[in-house]
């Protein structure tokens, strides 16, 4: 059983840059599409960005596209989330997730995942 944990979250002003990542342990990710959400307090859970099994494929919120970029290093067992030019709304807990994968394509919705992430938090002053 793949078991994901987060870590890079903190406190940043606008403008700065995070890196988060998700370590999974346990097993190779090589098979599994992997995606960021976020929810922040009184909000539901947001898709952030998806990333397919080989990594050739990525997709987006358009609340970040252009901002934020996501890739993996499968020999690391490791998904990033590169996080530039933030903005207060997004501060949130961030999770990652995980989904055994037969082809190499991108999953965009909470329900298609079946493994999650603690969260890491992010947290963007004005």
């Known amino acids: 059983q793949v078991q994901l944990v987060e870590s890079g979250g903190g406190l940043v002003q606008a403008g700065g840059s995070l890196r988060l990542s998700c370590a999974a342990s346990?097993?190779?990710?090589?098979?599994?599409?992997m995606g960021w959400f976020r929810q922040a307090p009184g909000k539901e859970r947001e898709f952030v960005a998806a990333?397919?099994?080989?990594?050739?494929?990525?997709y987006y919120a358009d609340s970040v596209k252009g901002r934020f970029t996501i890739s993996r290093d499968n020999a690391k067992f490791t998904v990033y989330l590169q996080m530039n030019s933030l903005k207060p709304e997004d501060t949130a807990a961030y999770s990652c997730?995980?989904?055994?994968?037969?082809?190499?394509?991108?999953?965009?919705?909470?329900?298609?995942?079946?493994?999650w992430g603690q969260g890491t938090q992010v947290t963007v002053s004005s």
């Open positions: 346990g097993r190779t990710i090589n098979n599994y599409a």
């Open positions: 990333i397919s099994r080989s990594g050739s494929s990525t």
């Open positions: 997730a995980a989904r055994f994968s037969g082809r190499d394509y991108v999953l965009q919705y909470a329900r298609e995942y079946d493994l």
